[in-house]
């Protein structure tokens, strides 16, 4: 079984810390994926990452920067967090095959708050 | 521009009562897939179904049977016999063939009660 750790479960920070969510998988997959969840919008990509050291921007970066030094771990970066960034976060991993589309695997989430 | 829509926000319902969850998709591309989440209260996002825009046949599961339609482009999630176990929100996704980003829902919470 695919496993996908989130470092905390919850976290609280306070405006213009620098704060780093951490995210490993076990089973060498290639992409890693970084989401938040908001009520009322869903699941929506931040940053994505298809292989070592390489990134892109998903639909809402700002605000935000990523790190893939070694494939299991992908970290999230928050610059300078500010209060509109308290939000679910959730990473995910998948295995890149020809024509793509697996299933993403899901860690348990990072509920983050920012005083 | 894809969009994946799910107008039910909440449903309630009581215990062994059948209920369905409505997905409605766009995209103008021929070859995508949907895909099916359950993310109980842990949180954890949990993969139950994908089916590729060439399949339209439909799918059950146990209690959980999928019903893709091509021409209403939707692609709707029933549960039979509704559990309290089976209390989370759900989320239907797209993706476009040969890429890995998903789309998703908002998703819809569902509360069985006992």
């Known amino acids: 079984d695919v496993k996908v750790t989130q470092s905390s479960r919850y976290l609280v920070k306070r405006t213009g810390e620098k704060v780093f969510l951490e995210c490993v998988q076990d089973m060498d997959h290639e992409n890693m994926f970084w989401y938040r969840q908001d009520p009322g919008l869903g699941l929506r990509l931040i940053y994505f990452s298809y292989d070592v050291k390489m990134k892109e921007k998903g639909d809402i970066p700002e605000g935000y920067s990523v790190s893939r030094e070694k494939k299991e771990r992908f970290s999230l970066i928050l610059e300078s967090a500010s209060t509109n960034q308290t939000s679910m976060y959730l990473c995910?991993?998948?295995?890149?095959?020809?024509?793509?589309?697996?299933?993403?695997?899901f860690g348990d989430g990072t509920r983050l708050s920012i005083l | 521009a894809q969009k994946v829509t799910q107008a039910q926000t909440e449903i309630s319902v009581v215990e062994k009562e059948d209920v369905t969850l409505d997905c409605v998709y766009e995209?103008?591309?021929?070859?995508?897939?949907l895909f099916w989440y359950k993310q109980p209260p842990s949180g954890e996002l949990v993969f139950l179904i994908r089916?590729?825009?060439?399949?339209?046949q439909n799918e059950i599961s146990g209690r959980y049977s999928w019903n893709f339609q091509k021409s209403t482009s939707s692609f709707n999630f029933t549960i039979t016999a509704s559990q309290v176990v089976d209390s989370a929100v759900y989320f239907c996704?797209?993706?476009?063939?040969?890429?890995?980003?998903?789309?998703f829902g908002t998703g819809t919470r569902l509360q069985v009660f006992p």
């Open positions: 995209t103008r591309d021929t070859t995508y897939y």
């Open positions: 996704a797209l993706s476009l063939y040969n890429t890995d980003k998903l789309i």
């Open positions: 995910a991993s998948l295995t890149r095959v020809t024509g793509g589309n697996q299933p993403q695997h």
């Open positions: 089916r590729n825009s060439f399949d339209e």
